[in-house]
């Protein structure tokens, strides 16, 4: 998942901001609320509750916060009912975009996903416009300072029941079919292994080779003014930069 990976990695950076305007906070809420409208309050019997809170807890997202967006999803407390939605387009060099939201107001969201794809040089698609050229995974990050020995990691993934393992700078990635998911991350804390980051994502079954400063520029512009919608949840893309081209950024 090269594409997603170094978008991460990239925008670390905007952390604190988009704490301190709310947007981190408001993106962790709606996943609590619609994994508890889904699937229950209980996180024990609900993984992807589970997931959630564990997420909301690694951003210093406040207890009370927590509390309130599961009682809003289930039910028992009064609250905007949100829905998710996703959308298909392209990017500047023919990047492949999803873009997955959670909204009270879909009309409102798709314009603004659609004015702000327009403004930043992409298209919106039609549904199933890129779809395919994704598949859902659940992927573990790792650090990998915590765990030097990656052979030994390697083998502790595989005996979990993971597909894939690989080692991206100073991270191990831990890539499994999602039924399998939260299986392999509990047998890996169950050896003390904890992850930095677990989510399901969509990765890219190919990837397009994005090149020259300005269209690095144009499609980071263009994903990160998506992600800074209060709606919009993940962008998923399926670029892929050589290391050069991003030192020169």
Do not use: C
């Not at 170094?6 to 962790?28: E, V």
Request: hydrophobic share 45%; aromatic share 6%; no cysteine.
């Amino acid at each position: 998942m090269a594409g997603h990976s170094k978008w991460k990695n990239i925008k670390h950076y905007k952390a604190a901001t988009d704490a301190k305007r709310g947007i981190l906070f408001t993106k962790l809420i709606r996943e609590i609320m619609m994994a508890a409208k889904l699937g229950g309050a209980d996180p024990s019997a609900n993984a992807r509750l589970r997931l959630a809170i564990d997420a909301a807890r690694s951003k210093s997202l406040p207890k009370d916060n927590i509390e309130r967006a599961i009682k809003k999803g289930a039910g028992t407390l009064e609250g905007d009912a949100i829905q998710e939605v996703t959308y298909e387009g392209y990017g500047p060099g023919g990047v492949a975009l999803i873009i997955d939201a959670m909204t009270d107001n879909p009309t409102r969201t798709v314009a603004d996903v659609r004015h702000k794809m327009s403004r930043a040089g992409g298209n919106l698609g039609t549904p199933g416009s890129v779809a395919f050229m994704f598949e859902k995974k659940g992927q573990i990050t790792i650090d990998a300072a915590a765990h030097p020995d990656e052979d030994a990691m390697l083998e502790l993934a595989l005996e979990a029941g993971a597909e894939d393992f690989r080692r991206e700078d100073d991270v191990y990635v831990v890539t499994t079919d999602p039924a399998s998911f939260h299986a392999v991350q509990a047998a890996l804390e169950a050896k003390k292994v904890v992850p930095t980051e677990s989510e399901l994502a969509m990765v890219p079954k190919n990837t397009v080779a994005v090149t020259g400063k300005d269209n690095v520029e144009m499609l980071f512009k263009l994903i990160e003014t998506l992600e800074e919608l209060d709606d919009v949840q993940k962008v998923w893309a399926n670029f892929e930069i050589d290391d050069a081209e991003l030192a020169d950024l």
